[in-house]
C-alpha cells in the first residue's frame, strides 16, 4: 500500500529551503583594489606548487604571500581529502568527510587565492611510517598522479611542508616529501608515465625546497643565514591586510579540525631548505623568468599591459579598456602557449571587471534528472560607458545558439530566457572520484584528464559572447540555482544531475543479534514528477526478504515515500550484502541521495550505492538499558540500538538531575571530556553512579585540553600512544578478565576484520587498582597494554578505553560488538573478582 507521510514531506521543504549563504561562486565584479591586483598579475608568469599529505598541513600564509602578494599562479596539492580524520562539525565520516575536507580547502583557498589539487590517495588514518603510507597508497599510482599535476600545472617551484624524515610525524607527511621529490627528477622525462603525454607536456621545475619547520632546524644546529627566507607577515595595502590575517581567515576554514585561527600580526620568517634543482641564494625565484619575455614574442604584450597598469584609474577603470583588448588581440596571435592560455582568460576577466560587466546564469530548479528540461535565466549588464554588443548566449546542452546582436548600454540589465534538455545519457553529479568502488588506501579514477581536480567540473555553464572594437569577448559562469530567502538574502547551490528517483536505506548495516527477522526502512525521494515503478530488494539465498518487491507512485518533484521490509536472518553467523534497486520502466537505479549541509561552505549531493550490509551476529546479551552521552559525535548509540537495546541520550541536565540508577550502563562518547566543559562538574556524579553498583564506559579522549584530569576514580594518564596497524597482534594480559569471559567468551578471531586502526591515546600511566586487559603494538615498537583499563569502585565498574569501537561498531565488525557488549555488561557479572 502507498501512503504519503506529512512528516517526510516537511523534511523534504525543510530540506529545499534551508539552504547556505552565498559563496560568490557567480562571476561578480571586484572592488578597484583587487582590480589593480588583477591588473598587475597580468604581467607575472610565475607559477609555485606548494605540496603536503593532508587538507591543514598547507602554510596558508605562504600561500597567499605567493598568490596575492607575489601575484605567482600558486597552488596546492593536498595527496588526501583528509577522509580519516575527526569531524567536529558533524557526523560525516570517510569518503562524506573527504567530501566536506574538499569543500573546506576550496573554501580556504577563494581566501588565500592558492588553486587546489588532490591526488587519488586516501587518507586511511594515521600510520607511522612512509613504507606503510606508499604500500596503503599504491606508491607508482600516486607518483604518477603527482608527476601529472605537475606537468598540468607546470610549476617553477616545487614547496614541500615535509622533509622526508621521522620528524614529519605522521607516514603520510613522510611520504609526500618522498613522492614530491621522486616526481621532481622524473616530470620532465617523457619515458616516465608517458600515457600523460596524450594530454600533457614533461615539464621540469626550477627547483624543490623544503617550507622548513624552524624547531627542526634548531635541532639540527643550520645556519638560519644561509637559508633564503620570506616574512609571510608583510603587509599589503591594497588588501588593508597581512598575509598572516588572510591567513588566520583561511585556517578558520578548516572547521572540521576546529582549526579556527587569529592573526599573529608583525614579522613571520619562513625559511627554505634546498632539495633538489639549482639552490636558491636570495629568492626562491632566482633564476626564473617570469615576465612575458618568457614566450617568443611576448614582450610585446608585457608592454601594453604595463602601460594599462601605469594608466590604470581606480575611479574609471574602464579607460584602460582599449589597452587590455589591444594586449588581447596579441596574445591571440601568440596561439596556444600555456602561458598564453592562461593570461588570456585573466585578461577576460579584467577586461569584464574593468568595465564594471556582471553576468549571472540561473536554472529554474536546483537539480533535473537525465531527459528533462531546464529553463535558464541568463542576466548582463556592463557599468561602463565603453560600448560592448551581446552576440550570443549559449548554455551546456542548449541546441541552438541564440543570435541577439544587442547592445549593452550602460547599467541596462539584459535578459535571456532559454530551455535546455540534460541528455538522456548524463552521468549523474556523483563526485568523480566517489563514481567507482574503492579500496582502503586509494580511489579508482579512470578518466586521466579528472586526476586532480578538486571537485566535478561545473553540469552546466553559460557563455555570453560579447564584441567589443571588432573582438569577440567569452565570458563564462557556472550556472546556479537562486533565490531570495527573508533571512539570508541570495542564496545559490550548483545545478546537478540526479537519478529521478533515489532509495535511501536507513542504516547501513544491519545486526541481526538472533534469529528473530528485522524491519528494514528505505526512502524512496523522487527528483521528477509523475514517477512509478517497482522496487526491489536483493539478498543471497541463506537470508529472505518479505516482500521481495513493491510498487510505488510518486506524484511530485521531492515528494518521499517511506517503505518498510521485513529481513529474516539465517541461524548462524553470517555477513552478506542487500542491494536495492528501483525498476523504472527499462531504467534501473540502484543509488542513494544524500546531502552535505554546512553553512560555511556550498551544499554538496552525493549517490552512493543503495546497499545495506546484513550481519548475523552470535551474541549474548545480559543487560538492557543504557545511557549515552554524546561527545562531538559518534555513531555507537546507533548501533546498540540495532542490538536492541534501549538506549537514552543524556545531556547535562539529565546528568544533573536525573536518576541514573536506572541506566545498567553508562556510556561517554568519545571524546567528550576534550569539548564538553560541564563535565568537570558534572563527573563525581558518575562516579557516584558507580559507586552505588553502576557500569561506567570511558571512551577515548585526546591528552591536551582535558576539563578534567578525574575522569575515573582513581588516577591515569592518557598518553599519544596509539596503534595504527588495524591487524597487529592482541594478546591477553589478563585472560581470567570478566571482560574476555562475561556474557561472551573473547576469542583471537574477534580481532580480526578490524579496521583503520586498532586504538588511540592509550594511557601509559595508571594506578594501581586499574587492571589491565589486552596488548597490541605496532610493528617494531614495544607493547602497549593500557588500551583497556578497568577497576572495581564501591558496588560498580569504571572501565576506561582507547580502542576504536567508535570505528568498528559502525562498520559491522562482529568481535567489536562482542567485547563493547561485554564491557557495558562488566557489572552484571556476579563473578567480579577486584
Ligand atoms: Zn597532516
Given at each position: 500500500?502507498?501512503?504519503?507521510?506529512?512528516?517526510?514531506?516537511?523534511?523534504?521543504?525543510v530540506?529545499l529551503?534551508?539552504?547556505n549563504l552565498s559563496?560568490?561562486?557567480?562571476d561578480?565584479?571586484?572592488?578597484?583594489s583587487n582590480?589593480?591586483?588583477?591588473l598587475?598579475?597580468?604581467n607575472?608568469?610565475?607559477?609555485v606548487?606548494?605540496i603536503a599529505?593532508h587538507?591543514?598541513d598547507?602554510?596558508?600564509?605562504?600561500?597567499?604571500?605567493?598568490?596575492?602578494?607575489?601575484?605567482?599562479r600558486?597552488?596546492y596539492?593536498s595527496?588526501t581529502?583528509?577522509?580519516?580524520?575527526?569531524?567536529?562539525?558533524?557526523?560525516?565520516?570517510?569518503?562524506?568527510?573527504?567530501v566536506?575536507r574538499?569543500q573546506?580547502?576550496l573554501?580556504?583557498?577563494?581566501?588565500?587565492?592558492?588553486?587546489?589539487f588532490f591526488?587519488?590517495a586516501i587518507?586511511?588514518?594515521f600510520?607511522k611510517t612512509?613504507?606503510e603510507?606508499?604500500?596503503f597508497?599504491?606508491k607508482?599510482k600516486?607518483l604518477?598522479d603527482?608527476?601529472w599535476?605537475?606537468?598540468?600545472?607546470r610549476p617553477?617551484?616545487?614547496i614541500?611542508?615535509?622533509h622526508?624524515t621521522?620528524?614529519d610525524?605522521?607516514?603520510?607527511h613522510?611520504?609526500s616529501?618522498i613522492?614530491?621529490?621522486?616526481?621532481?627528477?622524473?616530470?620532465g622525462d617523457?619515458t616516465?608515465?608517458?600515457?600523460q603525454?596524450?594530454?600533457?607536456?614533461p615539464?621540469?621545475?626550477?627547483?624543490?625546497v623544503?617550507?622548513a619547520w624552524?624547531?627542526?632546524?634548531e635541532?639540527?644546529?643550520v645556519?638560519?643565514?644561509?637559508?633564503?627566507?620570506?616574512d609571510?607577515g608583510?603587509?599589503?595595502?591594497?588588501?588593508?591586510?597581512?598575509?598572516?590575517?588572510?591567513a588566520a581567515?583561511a585556517?578558520?576554514m578548516?572547521?572540521?579540525?576546529?582549526?579556527g585561527?587569529s592573526?599573529?600580526?608583525g614579522?613571520?620568517?619562513n625559511?627554505?631548505?634546498p632539495?633538489?634543482?639549482?639552490p636558491?641564494?636570495?629568492n626562491?625565484l632566482?633564476g626564473v623568468?617570469?615576465?612575458w619575455s618568457?614566450i617568443d614574442?611576448g614582450?610585446?604584450v608585457g608592454?601594453?599591459l604595463?602601460?594599462a597598469?601605469?594608466?590604470?584609474?581606480?575611479?574609471?577603470?574602464?579607460?584602460?579598456i582599449?589597452?587590455?583588448?589591444?594586449a588581447y588581440?596579441?596574445?591571440?596571435?601568440l596561439?596556444?602557449?600555456?602561458w598564453?592560455?592562461?593570461?588570456e582568460?585573466e585578461?577576460l576577466?579584467?577586461?569584464?571587471e574593468?568595465?564594471g560587466?556582471?553576468?549571472?546564469?540561473s536554472?529554474s530548479?536546483?537539480?533535473a534528472?537525465?531527459?528533462e528540461s531546464?529553463?535558464?535565466?541568463?542576466?548582463?549588464?556592463n557599468?561602463?560607458g565603453?560600448?560592448?554588443?551581446l552576440?550570443q548566449i549559449k548554455?551546456?546542452?542548449q541546441?541552438?545558439?541564440?543570435n541577439?546582436?544587442?547592445?549593452l548600454?550602460d547599467?541596462?540589465?539584459?535578459t535571456v530566457?532559454?530551455?535546455?534538455?540534460?541528455?538522456?545519457n548524463?552521468?549523474?553529479?556523483?563526485?568523480?572520484?566517489?563514481?567507482?568502488?574503492?579500496?582502503?588506501?586509494?580511489?579508482?579514477v579512470k578518466?586521466q584528464?579528472?586526476?586532480?581536480?578538486?571537485?566535478n567540473d561545473p553540469?552546466?555553464?553559460?557563455?555570453?559572447?560579447?564584441?567589443a572594437?571588432?573582438?569577440?569577448?567569452?565570458?563564462s559562469?557556472p550556472?546556479f540555482?537562486?533565490?531570495?530567502d527573508?533571512v539570508?538574502?541570495?542564496v545559490?547551490r550548483?545545478?546537478i544531475i540526479?537519478?529521478?528517483?533515489?532509495?535511501?536505506?536507513?542504516?547501513k548495516?544491519?545486526?541481526?543479534?538472533?534469529?528473530?527477522e528485522k524491519?528494514l526502512?528505505?526512502?524512496l525521494?523522487?527528483n521528477s514528477?509523475?514517477?512509478s515503478?517497482?522496487?526491489?530488494?536483493?539478498?543471497?539465498?541463506?537470508?529472505k526478504?518479505?516482500?521481495?518487491?513493491?510498487?510505488?507512485?510518486?506524484?511530485?518533484?521531492?515528494d518521499e515515500?517511506?517503505?518498510?521490509?521485513?529481513?529474516?536472518?539465517?541461524?548462524?553467523s553470517s555477513?552478506?550484502?542487500?542491494?536495492?534497486?528501483?525498476v523504472?520502466?527499462?531504467k534501473i537505479?540502484k543509488q542513494?541521495m544524500v546531502?552535505?549541509?554546512?553553512?560555511?561552505?556550498p551544499?554538496?549531493t552525493?549517490?552512493?550505492p543503495?546497499?545495506?550490509r546484513?550481519i548475523r551476529?552470535?551474541?549474548?546479551?545480559v543487560?538492557n538499558?543504557?545511557?549515552y552521552?554524546?561527545g562531538?559525535?559518534d555513531?555507537?548509540?546507533?548501533?546498540l540500538k540495532?542490538?536492541?537495546?534501549?538506549?537514552?541520550?543524556?545531556?547535562?541536565?539529565?546528568?544533573?538531575n536525573g536518576?541514573?540508577?536506572?541506566y545498567?550502563a553508562?556510556?561517554?562518547?568519545i571524546?567528550?571530556?576534550n569539548?564538553?566543559q560541564?563535565m568537570?562538574?558534572e563527573?563525581p556524579k558518575l562516579l557516584?553512579?558507580?559507586?552505588?553498583?553502576?557500569?561506567?564506559?570511558v571512551?577515548?579522549?585526546?591528552?591536551?585540553g582535558?576539563?578534567t584530569d578525574?575522569?575515573g576514580p582513581y588516577?591515569?594518564?592518557?598518553s599519544r600512544?596509539?596503534?595504527t596497524d588495524?591487524?597487529s597482534?592482541?594478546?591477553?594480559?589478563?585472560?581470567?578478565?570478566p571482560l574476555?569471559?562475561?556474557p561472551n567468551?573473547i576469542?583471537?578471531?574477534?580481532?580480526?576484520?578490524?579496521i583503520?586502526?586498532?586504538?588511540?591515546y592509550f594511557?601509559?600511566k595508571?594506578?594501581?587498582?586499574?587492571q589491565?586487559?589486552l596488548?597490541?603494538?605496532d610493528?617494531?615498537?614495544?607493547p602497549?597494554?593500557g588500551g583497556l583499563?578497568y577497576t572495581?569502585y564501591?558496588k560498580?565498574v569504571?572501565?576506561?578505553t582507547?580502542y576504536d569501537f567508535?570505528r568498528e561498531l559502525?562498520?559491522?565488525?562482529?568481535?567489536?560488538f562482542r567485547?563493547f557488549v561485554?564491557l557495558i555488561?562488566?557489572g552484571?557479572?556476579?563473578?567480579?573478582?577486584?
Amino acid at each position: 500500500m502507498i501512503t504519503k507521510n506529512k512528516a517526510y514531506l516537511l523534511k523534504v521543504f525543510v530540506f529545499l529551503f534551508v539552504s547556505n549563504l552565498s559563496f560568490a561562486q557567480s562571476d561578480q565584479v571586484t572592488n578597484s583594489s583587487n582590480l589593480k591586483l588583477s591588473l598587475d598579475k597580468l604581467n607575472v608568469l610565475g607559477s609555485v606548487l606548494y605540496i603536503a599529505a593532508h587538507p591543514d598541513d598547507e602554510n596558508n600564509a605562504l600561500l597567499a604571500y605567493f598568490a596575492k602578494g607575489k601575484l605567482l599562479r600558486t597552488g596546492y596539492l593536498s595527496l588526501t581529502r583528509g577522509d580519516g580524520g575527526q569531524n567536529l562539525v558533524g557526523t560525516e565520516q570517510g569518503d562524506m568527510l573527504g567530501v566536506l575536507r574538499t569543500q573546506e580547502l576550496l573554501a580556504a583557498r577563494r581566501i588565500d587565492g592558492a588553486q587546489q589539487f588532490f591526488s587519488r590517495a586516501i587518507d586511511f588514518g594515521f600510520s607511522k611510517t612512509a613504507e606503510e603510507t606508499l604500500r596503503f597508497w599504491g606508491k607508482e599510482k600516486i607518483l604518477s598522479d603527482v608527476v601529472w599535476i605537475i606537468r598540468k600545472f607546470r610549476p617553477d617551484i616545487i614547496i614541500t611542508r615535509f622533509h622526508g624524515t621521522k620528524e614529519d610525524g605522521h607516514g603520510n607527511h613522510i611520504a609526500s616529501e618522498i613522492l614530491a621529490a621522486e616526481a621532481f627528477k622524473i616530470s620532465g622525462d617523457s619515458t616516465k608515465f608517458p600515457e600523460q603525454l596524450k594530454y600533457v607536456k614533461p615539464w621540469k621545475a626550477k627547483r624543490i625546497v623544503w617550507n622548513a619547520w624552524p624547531p627542526v632546524l634548531e635541532k639540527h644546529n643550520v645556519d638560519l643565514s644561509k637559508l633564503v627566507k620570506i616574512d609571510v607577515g608583510a603587509y599589503n595595502p591594497l588588501l588593508g591586510e597581512s598575509y598572516t590575517q588572510i591567513a588566520a581567515k583561511a585556517r578558520s576554514m578548516h572547521k572540521t579540525q576546529g582549526f579556527g585561527s587569529s592573526a599573529k600580526l608583525g614579522e613571520s620568517i619562513n625559511y627554505f631548505e634546498p632539495i633538489d634543482g639549482q639552490p636558491a641564494k636570495q629568492n626562491l625565484l632566482e633564476g626564473v623568468n617570469i615576465t612575458w619575455s618568457r614566450i617568443d614574442g611576448g614582450e610585446k604584450v608585457g608592454k601594453i599591459l604595463k602601460e594599462a597598469d601605469e594608466k590604470f584609474d581606480a575611479e574609471n577603470p574602464s579607460k584602460i579598456i582599449p589597452l587590455l583588448l589591444k594586449a588581447y588581440k596579441e596574445m591571440k596571435g601568440l596561439k596556444g602557449h600555456y602561458w598564453v592560455q592562461i593570461k588570456e582568460k585573466e585578461t577576460l576577466d579584467v577586461i569584464r571587471e574593468c568595465a564594471g560587466i556582471s553576468i549571472e546564469s540561473s536554472s529554474s530548479d536546483f537539480s533535473a534528472a537525465p531527459g528533462e528540461s531546464v529553463n535558464i535565466n541568463a542576466k548582463i549588464i556592463n557599468r561602463s560607458g565603453f560600448p560592448f554588443t551581446l552576440e550570443q548566449i549559449k548554455t551546456t546542452y542548449q541546441k541552438n545558439t541564440q543570435n541577439l546582436n544587442t547592445q549593452l548600454s550602460d547599467n541596462k540589465l539584459v535578459t535571456v530566457n532559454s530551455s535546455i534538455q540534460i541528455p538522456k545519457n548524463a552521468e549523474y553529479s556523483q563526485p568523480y572520484w566517489l563514481r567507482e568502488p574503492h579500496g582502503l588506501g586509494d580511489y579508482v579514477v579512470k578518466d586521466q584528464r579528472l586526476i586532480g581536480k578538486p571537485e566535478n567540473d561545473p553540469v552546466l555553464e553559460t557563455e555570453f559572447s560579447v564584441e567589443a572594437e571588432n573582438t569577440i569577448l567569452n565570458f563564462s559562469t557556472p550556472v546556479f540555482y537562486r533565490r531570495t530567502d527573508p533571512v539570508q538574502g541570495v542564496v545559490e547551490r550548483s545545478f546537478i544531475i540526479v537519478p529521478p528517483v533515489a532509495i535511501n536505506i536507513e542504516n547501513k548495516d544491519y545486526l541481526f543479534p538472533n534469529d528473530k527477522e528485522k524491519e528494514l526502512n528505505l526512502n524512496l525521494i523522487a527528483n521528477s514528477d509523475n514517477i512509478s515503478g517497482t522496487i526491489k530488494l536483493n539478498v543471497p539465498g541463506n537470508w529472505k526478504v518479505e516482500p521481495p518487491q513493491k510498487e510505488f507512485k510518486l506524484i511530485h518533484k521531492s515528494d518521499e515515500l517511506p517503505l518498510s521490509f521485513k529481513v529474516y536472518p539465517p541461524k548462524t553467523s553470517s555477513d552478506v550484502k542487500l542491494t536495492a534497486e528501483a525498476v523504472i520502466g527499462n531504467k534501473i537505479i540502484k543509488q542513494g541521495m544524500v546531502t552535505i549541509n554546512h553553512s560555511y561552505v556550498p551544499i554538496q549531493t552525493l549517490f552512493p550505492p543503495s546497499q545495506a550490509r546484513l550481519i548475523r551476529l552470535d551474541i549474548k546479551k545480559v543487560i538492557n538499558n543504557i545511557g549515552y552521552i554524546m561527545g562531538p559525535g559518534d555513531e555507537i548509540p546507533t548501533n546498540l540500538k540495532e542490538l536492541g537495546y534501549n538506549v537514552t541520550l543524556l545531556n547535562n541536565k539529565d546528568i544533573e538531575n536525573g536518576n541514573l540508577s536506572k541506566y545498567d550502563a553508562i556510556i561517554t562518547g568519545i571524546r567528550l571530556y576534550n569539548t564538553n566543559q560541564q563535565m568537570e562538574f558534572e563527573q563525581p556524579k558518575l562516579l557516584d553512579y558507580v559507586k552505588n553498583g553502576g557500569t561506567l564506559v570511558v571512551q577515548y579522549n585526546k591528552d591536551f585540553g582535558l576539563v578534567t584530569d578525574k575522569i575515573g576514580p582513581y588516577p591515569f594518564h592518557i598518553s599519544r600512544k596509539r596503534v595504527t596497524d588495524e591487524d597487529s597482534k592482541v594478546t591477553f594480559t589478563n585472560p581470567n578478565s570478566p571482560l574476555l569471559n562475561f556474557p561472551n567468551k573473547i576469542t583471537k578471531e574477534d580481532f580480526d576484520g578490524w579496521i583503520q586502526e586498532r586504538g588511540v591515546y592509550f594511557p601509559d600511566k595508571w594506578d594501581q587498582k586499574y587492571q589491565t586487559v589486552l596488548a597490541c603494538h605496532d610493528p617494531g615498537e614495544e607493547p602497549l597494554d593500557g588500551g583497556l583499563l578497568y577497576t572495581k569502585y564501591g558496588k560498580g565498574v569504571f572501565i576506561y578505553t582507547g580502542y576504536d569501537f567508535f570505528r568498528e561498531l559502525p562498520a559491522g565488525v562482529p568481535g567489536a560488538f562482542r567485547l563493547f557488549v561485554n564491557l557495558i555488561s562488566a557489572g552484571k557479572n556476579s563473578n567480579w573478582i577486584n
